[in-house]
């Protein structure tokens, strides 16, 4: 038996006191609001940690940030590309090493960024709150604006799946030409070998009429009300694709009492941060800041239906642009079910609902990292155990592996699935046979892992809640 | 509005964990929110109760962690709480844990052989951690990977027999089977083993994995592994590779980032989902509301600059100690960092730690000094809030490291305030 005795003062096995011992401190990294002057300075966050502007002429400094790295490995062990990518070195070495290694003059971004996807579980694992997300979206803009050859094939595809918004206000206009060719397998060949975009993937489809003409059709809003009142942030997807999520959102708050406002929006920007396209990311940010900034000043707080849209509005702007208003923005922009459940009683209307009486399945929910990321992982999950005879369980905490654009490039098509795997693997074990999740890609690669139909949590909140006579 | 629940809970660590379904037994609603992801992730897996009571490290390792609670300082958890407290909330994590966790059919702490080769006295370990005890004769091969150096197996293997265990023990370094890169990080290594991949030449990873330990073998009835082997399965792969050896495997815990750690975060979470408690990951709380009594009337998530309220009758406070974030240190010296409790502290800067690392340090010590409801007391000895209850590595009077009672105090702490925040909703 060992002698404990003398041994255990140096037991470095427990690692607590080490740990606390030498924890650097101070130097908490995530920007926390301050003014934003432009190029400048964008936030001072206790520490002596100021992020400045990666347009406004000087480069962004984040090595304070990656100061506070006390190489403890949470972050590689959360990410899901590292997991399944051998040539990928993971978030330390992309986030806080690279960044140490950069204050070295000459050295070029290492091209492996471009392996990141953008899911940015890493942010929500790091115990020491190093703006590790941040860094990536910085380092690959740089290494996009300076290292890669804007007339390669990789460089053009990237644009044109960063810049999926425009493509789609085209093929919206003739929605079934475009759904006719797109899901041609001819077509989808020649978009393999020429652009580097899977054939293996179906075409989002578009809908027949986009939610923004549906809106104006119906005359806007149906209900006024001077206290509650909210501007919708449909991104492009609920607008171009899954209109039905956009029209159950306008259905369930107006249900509630709100008048809606539909502002003039672009693309959220997460495409084209995942890209390193970030001067496109950038005017796409200008505007929806100025017009949501517009509606936040005259009462309305912000809602989308998408996480990665919220997300972007919440964290990424105010950490890469400094646009006056960002940080209102990110401030007042809620999450849709987020929002009626921090505002509303939600629960005791659900409750009331006979789930026997409605045509609603059960459901498998994939919680999207994105919205994991925001703390919203459990909400519908939680919500809908008040429904009576609907029942929604969760599939697990793993990635769903598509991650926006990632899992539509040829060469990441293989991992996005072995990422995805243990997602559908769980789904196909959950009762349900639908899908549930909140990301419409995510959801995308749930039907195209295992076939099934899936809904958002807003279209079954409308089913429950609009289409019954229950009171809310 | 805000978002409601009877009791809310801050901080996901071991203690809050143990307060949330301590309080859920209670027949409360509760709603659990947690900042980051917590310690655990990082641990080692092992619940230690006390190993150490004594604060000059001169005796020996405690065979029975009760015994050891009379000669623990006035004002540790364990006085506080009491010796019961520790009984029952190691029953309660006996029950959340069920058949994963060893050591709960008796009172005697386990000696269990570490990555450094030392044996730690704990009271519960991992069913995959078993078969390694140090109090067990028989002969043993520990395997160590060429990638993963925190484990360096021929040195534990010396270390282990210097310190006189009674079974011949060996140690081999050896290249994980398959086509990585040299700094892999371990959960990817575990996650081939667990799905069994290719490592090439038509053979699998735990395939070659004996192929390339057995030549090591020699008499060894028992070959240890850093605990890399598998995720979610590692029963499974655990049997595998005893099967192709003949000899049991069983997993030695490691340093951060700890499988065992993670698999028992993930357990304890499927437990609250299981007890209906809500949970809020990702943001932290960063301020509060009193009411007229100036009791907490609800606190403040912070989302990106968007403040959200939480509302609940009680509120218990399990925010970790120095590692954590609960307690803070600044030039004026240490404090609670939600609700801003006293945190006693020496005035004199450099009565706060002594030389060597080990040392009896008073920082080690630094947390919120409590009633014995684990109410926060201010320095008129009241309670700072009449609804707010302490649990974890927050409470004070513990120095945990060294008495090695870490996961002890959370669970003991996390099981009375959980309790007593129920009562008060
Ligand atoms: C490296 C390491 C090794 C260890 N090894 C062992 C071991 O071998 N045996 C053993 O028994 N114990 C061990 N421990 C200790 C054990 O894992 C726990 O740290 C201990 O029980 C304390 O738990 P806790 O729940 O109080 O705190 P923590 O685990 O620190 O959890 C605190 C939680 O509170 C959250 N939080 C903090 N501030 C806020 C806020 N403002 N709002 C919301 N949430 C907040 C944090 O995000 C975290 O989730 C080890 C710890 C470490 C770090
Ligand atoms: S954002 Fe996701 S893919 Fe990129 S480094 Fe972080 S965890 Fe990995
Ligand atoms: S999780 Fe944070 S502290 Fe740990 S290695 Fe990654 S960046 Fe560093």
Redesign the interface.
Known sequence: MSDGHDTHHTDDDCGCSDAEATRPAGAGAVPDGGTATDGGTATETGGDFEPVDVFGGEDMDLRPGADSCYKCTSCDTSCPVAEVDDSFPGPKFQGPEQWRLKRKEDTEIDDSITGCSNCMRCDGACPSDVPLSQMHNSARGEYVDNQMDKLSREYVRNRILANYGTLARVGSKVPRLTNAVMGNSLVQKVNEKVLGITAERDFPEFADETFRSWWKQRGGPKVQSEEKRIAYFHGDYANYNTVEVAKALVRVYEEFGYEILVPDQRCSGTPMFANGMLDDARRSAKVNVENLGDAIENGYDVVASCTSCSMALRQEYPELFDFEGTETVSANTYDALEYLLVNENVIDPVRAVDGDQLDLPDFAYHAPCHSRNQGLDRQAVELFRHLDGVDVEDVGDSCSGISGTYGWKEEKYDYSMEIGEEMFEHMEHAEGETGMTECPTCSMQMEHGTGYEINHPLEVLEKALVETDVEV | ???EADVVVVGGGLAGATAALSAAREGVHVHLISA??S?L????GLI?AL??PDPD?????LANPYDGVDDLPDGHPYRVVGADALREGLALFDDAVGDRYRGGHTDRNA?VA???G????TARYPRSVAPGL??DDRDTLLVGFEAATDFDAPLAAER?TA????FDVAGATIAFPG???A??????LA?ALERDEDAGNGRSTRQRLADRVRPHLGDAERVGFPAMLGDAHVEEVRADLSDRLGAEVFEI?????SLPG?RLEDRLFEAL?EA?V??????PVVDYETDADGDIDRVI??????R??YDADAYVLATG???GKGVESDRDGPREGVFGCRVPAPDDRMAWSEA???ADHA??RFGVDTDERLRPLGSDGEPEFGNLFAAGGVVGGAD???E?S?SGVSLATGLVAGRTAAEEA
């Open positions: 509005m805000a978002i980051k992801e310690t992730r990082q641990a080692s230690d190993g150490y490290g001169r005796s020996p390792p000696l570490t990555t450094s030392r044996a730690k006295p140090v109090s282990l310190a006189g265990v009674p086509d990585y890169r700094d892999a990080a371990v959960t990817r996650h815990p490691t340093g951060p980032p993670i989902d209906g809500s949970m809020t990951t990702g943001n998530v912070d989302r990106n600059g968007a959200i309220p100690g120095l590692v060597g690392a080990f920082f080690a945990v490291a060294r090695k870490a």
